[in-house]
């Protein structure tokens, strides 16, 4: 994603990376035949390309992506929360689960944990780690340049909403979709292929459906209006009982399949 702090990551990628690779080696010149796919961070931002530049790929294939909507940010709604370590009762929020059998689970790391965690590490928000990394794609520089604007007390949790709704929202993919629904109907439709475990370990599942619920509110309105929906092979799943390990591994074996048809319908086969 294009960044104030990190810069101009997926303009530089589609506009110059791209062209260069296709100028030096033997690629197919054809946005049909360019294919996205990744894994968690890697789910978020497949996706986040295929929504920003629908026109330059074939589709993405993406698993257990990163908050796809803000008001489920892993457990915590960011424009309504008062605190990223605790809930409206006062309890530690969960970062890291692990299932204990069909019902039950353990929290192996609080949110607080894992922020001090990244204190620890580099107490100005330079660590590199998760929360970390999200302050520097969706942050601007705060105090120092090479530093981002933090959006929570990494002391006590307080959610800064300044900052959440004027900088982080941009990255809201919801938000974005509910925004741009007219363009980017047809592409969920047909390109957008995305699986998230019912029982992801860092409570994934949770923004993905609602994702899956605003998209089916806004195909329910259009019918409404009139407007027929797209047919596509496009999908948004929640798998039964996967984590965000397991979902992985099904994932990878679902889409390699799945790629390899879409490009044989292209006329890609060979």
């Known amino acids: 994603a294009d960044s104030q702090l990190n810069g101009p990551r997926a303009s530089a990628l589609v506009k110059e990376f791209i062209p260069l690779l296709e100028e030096r080696f033997r690629l197919i010149r054809d946005p049909a035949a360019r294919l996205l796919t990744g894994h968690s961070s890697g789910g978020w931002s497949t996706l986040w390309l295929q929504l920003t530049y629908p026109n330059d790929f074939g589709g993405c294939w ?13 457990k915590s709604n960011l424009y309504q929360d008062e605190s990223m370590f605790t809930d409206a009762q006062g309890k530690a929020q969960g970062s890291y689960r692990m299932p204990l059998g069909d019902v039950d689970e353990k929290i192996l790391m609080s949110v607080q944990q894992e922020v001090g965690m990244e204190r620890a590490l580099d107490p100005d928000g330079g660590s590199g780690e998760q929360w970390d990394s999200w302050s520097a794609c969706f942050s601007p520089p705060g105090i120092r340049q090479d530093l981002p604007l933090r959006a929570f007390d990494p002391l006590t949790g307080k959610i800064n909403h300044n900052v959440i709704e004027k900088y982080w929202s941009r990255y809201d993919i919801a938000r974005l979709v509910a925004k ?19 029982r992801d370990s860092f409570y994934l599942e949770r923004a993905v459906a609602n994702l899956q619920k605003k998209i089916a509110a806004l195909q329910e309105a259009d019918l409404r209006a009139g407007i027929a929906p797209l047919k596509g092979d496009g999908f948004i799943e929640v798998l039964p009982g996967a984590t965000h390990d397991t979902a992985a591994v099904i994932a990878r074996g679902r889409f390699a399949l799945s790629m390899r ?7 890609f086969s060979e």
């Open 62 to 74: 993406s698993s257990s992506p990163d908050p796809v909507d803000f008001t489920a940010f892993q």
């Open 261 to 267: 048809e879409y490009l044989k319908k292209q006329g």
């Open 180 to 198: 741009n629904w007219k363009e980017l109907a047809p592409v969920f439709a047909t390109k957008v292929h995305l699986l998230v475990g019912a």
